[in-house]
């Protein structure tokens, strides 16, 4: 495979490394020469954090809530502190538009984006990068100007993924890129390059563009699955599969046999970087939401749950624990499936389906054993999650000798509510058994190395993008809704990415700007 | 056979000095600092063999045959001691634990040999005679391994093979044994067995010592390791052979003592003698203080900014003398500040700007090294120069690694400076690279300081000329997220190096 072919974001480099490098020192040996035991498993700390959907069920719940306190006027709310209720701020405040407020129902902007910090660095807890944008992406080219990301043309190095990137645990072995080339047969190969070359007719229909509004038109693909899809494209390669179902996982949470075989294609035909990425830092997304927070943190209320919007004629009440605000009109900007349990005569909002994610942040006082160097992502073949980030990596330096490994797991398998039921059921012991049972396929030592392990549990971390959902006409009639409601999140998109959240958000505040008369 | 006897005690005893002498220099190579080493080793040994006469009370039957015994063990254990060792060494970080068990445990045998042989002969002589003689050839023994160990066995044989070969004599006087006192030896035929297997094991290891050295550290290194360290952040090896010392960091040749001079006078005399006003100087890298040494030249030049990662690795080169004679006490200087930092995250905290700076990294090997050679570390390097600032950077082989020379080139130049390649021959190394990086246009210097070995003036334009096999290739530039350098380092060295 060509070396300069893009696949995911950016271009992987798929010449594998000889690992030329000196035998680590057997220090079993010396155990064994000094008599010592082996050390046993240490006890490892951690809990559930961010327990985001206990709020949030209460809402659904509708369990006791106090009555507001206070009274307050305002002409615009922004419902939901993720990407897309700060894009929405982030543009209104860029176009001298100051009346309005922020509401987040967690004591920290960033929904999905948000992010943690301990004595060692910053981590993600969800979203942790951004792929490179192309020269057309210009809605979050301006984001990432304004935060200093992009200046005269140029992302600045530091922000950019560090080599090396990827690299995947494969055949006992760890592998350069994602895309599987150890033990790959000339087979493999050959489809491989057949995949590209039909990615490559799809790029070039304009179809598949970022935000996707702006090229989509209904395909018969939203009706097959991309496992299908690839099947009857005559795509056999086991090792193409995996890595189609792996980037469907990653990036939707679904299988490849569940998601709609347009978004499948969109992910892979959608973007064409001009750099090598993707744009990340330690903290992942979070360090926009801490930029955006410096920048527009005196419209924010956090620890704000919305529990209830009514209608007051021509106005809204948005009813928080200590507030009722009354605007002229409302972004919601949180899940759309929780509209209906918050909003008075809410439009019909169905065939909403979320993915289920576990995140787990590890702490690790030393670093596995191991020949190679880590990659910023560290995949691991035929392993049901999604492997681990590592949060130094963006550091200028050499990597400290503690670190945070941020675990990835998407439960795709199965009906989102089932796994939705495991995933809240099972302890924090399962999970943690679990993460590190899957970590010591490659890395044996693992369990001397993790000192904690922080689990956050997410029922509905992103809208799944399911076989005949792209196109759905309801989703489309609540996207387009014009009046004191306005619906932003990127949910409305059919799959969950920073850009659409962005340009949900955008259009949101711009409508609801010439609502209330702003300046064009 | 009352010379054959002697002979016997001579030999022993010669063999129970070449074990302690054998531990006693393989730590102070592995471990460095001489004095403590065989300070520590002799006195433990001499110690165990206290401990092993004292126990040699307990033995009241057999004599004999236990004495046989004993000699096969110290034969092996001896015999063996210098590979089992340098295997430590290589392997294991209980090099230490281990040279002193072995220390004790051939010392208590060793301290058992001479008791009983003496109660096995205390009939054939008279006290008086037995004690004198037997005492006279142990320390003729003693005398003639301590002329033999240095002059014959480690030059000749090397610790390993020289070892084994003492514990066949062992093994030997051990069989010679059950034939001399074969009056006293009820079945000498299973003893005679039990020789022979052991002097077989060690011819084996013998045969065999070759490899067995191989797969240790040691002999990684064509000369006499003087020290090694594992820091917290690489493997520091210094090695000698007659006046020539080279270090090693990480398994890759820093420098040779015979032609480092060429390598360091011109790393930094093409760039910093054309700065007359220079005053303050940095380096980055360095850690031997050789760079410094040359900077040092220098009479304007005020204060020099010293930045290594490695603490132990400047305080070595402050305190050892062979050492700071190499280096002129360059890091112990007035006009030198050691900062012991990461080069990278340091440069973009540190304030303080600087006329010229020296980056002398090693090579990029892998992808941590590889972020000091990106054009993000260049454009933070220029920030910290002052205005008509210069910096010269160690920039591997154009020769043998011509790609990732010229990417070196590429990256500082896309980074925002003038770039003026150039190249110097050093023995050790091969023809070598480097580069003067400005801000503003280049001449190289007049006038160079008193007291070179390699530069001149009048030679210096020639270095900036390069033979077509070294000449200008297309390349990228490494970058952060993009590190070309590694991959054609990698590449390129690996073609030339089994």
Not at chain 1, 14 to 25: E, H, M
Not at chain 1, 131 to 150: A, K, N, Y
Not at chain 1, 186 to 197: C, G, P, T
Not at chain 1, 307 to 333: C, K, M, N, Q, W
Request: charged share 20%.
């Amino acid at each position: 495979m060509e070396p300069d072919h893009t696949l995911k974001w950016g271009r992987l480099s798929a010449c594998g490394r000889p690992s030329g490098r000196p035998l680590p020192r057997r220090r079993f040996l010396s155990a064994a020469l000094i008599g010592l035991c082996r050390k046993t498993d240490r006890p490892i700390a951690g809990s559930y954090v961010n327990e985001s959907d206990r709020p949030g069920h209460r809402l659904r719940s509708r369990g006791p809530l106090r009555a507001p306190l206070e009274e307050v006027r305002v002409p615009l709310v922004i419902v939901g502190g993720g990407m897309a209720g700060l894009s929405a701020a982030w543009r209104l405040e860029k176009r001298g538009f100051r009346d309005f407020l922020l509401l987040e129902m967690e004591d920290r902007l960033g929904g999905v984006s948000r992010w943690g910090e301990n004595d060692i660095t910053a981590f993600p807890w969800g979203a942790h990068y951004v792929p490179v944008p192309g020269p057309r992406s210009t809605l979050i080219r301006e984001l990432l100007e304004d935060l200093g990301v992009l200046a005269g043309g140029h992302f600045q190095e530091r922000f950019l993924c560090h080599s090396p990137q990827e690299r995947l645990f494969l055949h006992g072995r760890w592998q350069e890129g994602l895309e599987p080339v150890v033990g790959v047969t000339a087979r493999d190969r050959d489809q491989y390059r057949r995949f590209e070359e039909r990615l490559e007719q799809f790029r070039a229909t304009g179809q598949f563009t970022i935000p996707a509004d702006r090229g989509a038109r209904p395909s018969p693909l939203d009706r097959i699955s991309m496992a299908d899809w690839l099947r009857q494209a005559n795509f056999t390669s086991p090792y193409l599969h995996w890595y189609v179902n792996y980037c469907c996982r990653d990036d939707f949470g679904a299988l490849a046999e569940d998601t709609s075989a347009w978004a499948g294609i969109h992910y892979f035909a959608a973007r064409e970087p001009e750099e090598k990425g993707p744009l990340t830092w330690p903290e992942g997304n979070g360090w926009i939401v801490r930029r955006l927070e410096q920048r527009l943190g005196r419209f924010v209320r956090t620890s704000a749950l919305v529990h209830r919007i009514t209608r007051a004629g021509p106005r809204l009440r948005v009813l928080t624990e200590s507030t009722a605000y009354t605007a002229d009109t409302v972004i919601f900007a949180a899940p759309t499936f929780l509209a209906p349990y918050l909003i008075e005569d809410a439009p019909p909002v169905g065939g909403f389906e979320y993915s289920p994610w576990l995140t787990a942040n590890l702490t690790l006082d030393r670093w596995p054993r191991q020949a190679a160097e880590p990659a910023w992502d560290n995949v691991f073949y035929d392993s049901p999650a999604l492997g681990y980030v590592v949060a130094t990596h963006q550091q200028l330096g050499r990597q400290p000798e503690r670190t945070v490994w941020t675990f990835y797991w998407a439960l795709a398998q199965g009906a989102p509510a089932r796994a939705r039921k495991l995933l809240l059921d099972a302890d924090w012991n399962y999970w943690k058994a679990a993460i590190l049972d899957d970590l010591a396929r490659a890395h044996p030592d693992i369990r001397a190395c993790v000192a904690r392990i922080d689990i956050m549990r997410m029922g509905h971390a992103m809208i799944r993008p399911v076989v005949g959902s792209m196109f759905s006409e309801e989703r489309r009639r609540l996207a387009a809704l014009d009046g004191s409601l306005l619906f932003a999140n990127s949910d409305l998109s059919g799959f969950s990415i920073i850009e659409e959240a962005q340009s949900r958000g955008v259009e949101a505040a711009e409508r609801a700007r010439r609502r209330l008369g702003g300046r064009p | 056979m009352t010379a054959l006897i002697f002979i016997s005690v001579f030999l022993i005893a010669a063999c129970g000095l070449i074990y302690e002498l054998v531990a006693g220099a393989l730590a102070s190579y592995l471990l460095g600092d001489s004095i403590f080493q065989f300070s520590t080793v002799i006195g433990g040994y001499l110690f165990a063999m206290g401990v092993g006469s004292w126990l040699s009370r307990f033995i009241t039957r057999g004599l004999v045959a236990r004495f046989v015994t004993i000699e096969l063990m110290v034969g092996l254990l001896g015999g063996f001691s210098s590979s089992l060792l340098l295997l430590a060494f290589a392997y294991t970080p209980g090099f230490r634990l281990g040279l002193y068990l072995m220390v004790l445990a051939v010392g208590v045998l060793v301290g058992l040999e001479i008791p009983l042989l003496m109660r096995i002969l205390r009939h054939r002589f008279e006290l008086r005679d037995l004690v004198a003689h037997v005492l006279t050839f142990d320390y003729l023994g003693a005398l003639g391994a301590s002329l033999a160990f240095p002059m014959i066995l480690v030059p000749k044989l090397g610790l390993a093979r020289g070892a084994l070969l003492f514990g066949i004599i062992n093994a030997g006087v051990a069989l010679w044994s059950t034939y001399l006192f074969r009056d006293q030896l009820p079945r000498p035929a299973r003893l005679r067995a039990s020789c022979l297997l052991v002097l077989a094991a060690l011819g084996a290891g013998m045969a065999g010592a070759e490899s067995i050295s191989s797969l240790a550290e040691a002999s990684l290194y064509a000369d006499e390791v003087i020290f090694a360290r594992s820091t917290n952040y690489q493997r520091i090896v210094l090695t000698k052979w007659k006046d020539d010392l080279r270090l090693f960091l990480s398994g890759h040749l820093q420098f040779s003592s015979r032609d480092e001079y060429r390598y360091h006078e011109a790393l930094v005399h093409p760039g910093l003698a054309a700065l007359p006003w220079a005053r303050r100087v940095l380096i980055l890298g360095g850690g031997d203080g050789l760079a410094a040494r040359e900077v040092l030249r220098y009479p304007a030049i005020e204060s020099v900014t010293l930045v290594d990662l490695d603490p132990e690795m400047t305080r070595l080169f402050s305190s050892h003398t062979l050492l700071t004679q190499l280096n002129a006490g360059a890091l112990t200087a007035p006009r030198v500040r050691i900062v012991n930092a990461d080069a990278f995250p340091w440069l973009e905290q540190a304030g303080g700007s600087f006329d010229f700076a020296v980056v002398d990294f090693p090579d990029p090997t892998n992808f941590t090294l590889g972020k000091l050679y990106t054009t993000a570390f260049y454009r933070m390097l220029a920030r910290r120069l002052t205005a008509r600032g210069a910096v010269a950077v160690q920039a591997t082989s154009p020769l043998f690694a011509r790609q990732s020379y010229w990417c070196i080139v590429e990256t500082l130049k896309q980074a925002g400076f003038q770039v003026h390649p150039y190249h110097a021959y050093v023995p050790s190394f091969g023809e070598w690279g480097f580069v003067l990086a400005s801000l503003t246009p280049y001449r190289p210097p007049d006038k160079l300081p008193a007291g070179l070995r390699f530069l001149t003036a009048a030679a210096l334009p020639q270095l900036f000329h390069f033979p077509s096999d070294m000449g200008p290739v297309q390349v990228e530039a490494n970058r952060l997220n993009d590190q070309v350098l590694v991959r054609y380092y990698e590449q390129e060295w690996s073609q030339i190096t089994p």
